[in-house]
Nanobody, 115 residues
């Protein structure tokens, strides 16, 4: 079973930056899209950003202009560059890869933004 390994989370002051990375432990085929979700305590998991194989991107309104999603098709990697971080960005961030046959989720990485 392929697993998604996330890295790059941590503690940062408001206005700072972090870069999250997601790397599969094995090869994944028939990828439709890749994305990052987040979940704060007491709040439902929400989509932060997504990217298709063709490079089309989508962002939730609260991160537009601050976050950038990118992918490496050869390595099935997906990154999330987060700039101008705000305390309300604090959450556990999850990587997700959606294929024709199944959906893979990472274990989550904590992002904490202090004011």
């Amino acid at each position: 079973q392929v697993q998604l390994v996330e890295s790059g989370g941590g503690l940062v002051q408001a206005g700072g930056s972090l870069r999250l990375s997601c790397v599969p432990s094995g090869r994944i085929f028939s990828i439709i899209d890749m994305g990052w979700y987040r979940q704060a305590p007491g709040i439902e998991r929400e989509l932060v950003a997504a990217i298709t194989g063709g490079g089309n991107t989508a962002y939730t309104d609260s991160v537009k202009g601050r976050f950038t999603i990118s992918r490496d098709n050869a390595k099935n990697m997906v990154d999330l560059q987060m700039n101008s971080l705000k305390p309300e960005d604090t959450a556990v961030y999850y990587c997700r890869i959606h294929t024709l046959h199944m959906t893979f989720w990472g274990q989550g990485t904590q992002v904490t933004v202090s004011s």
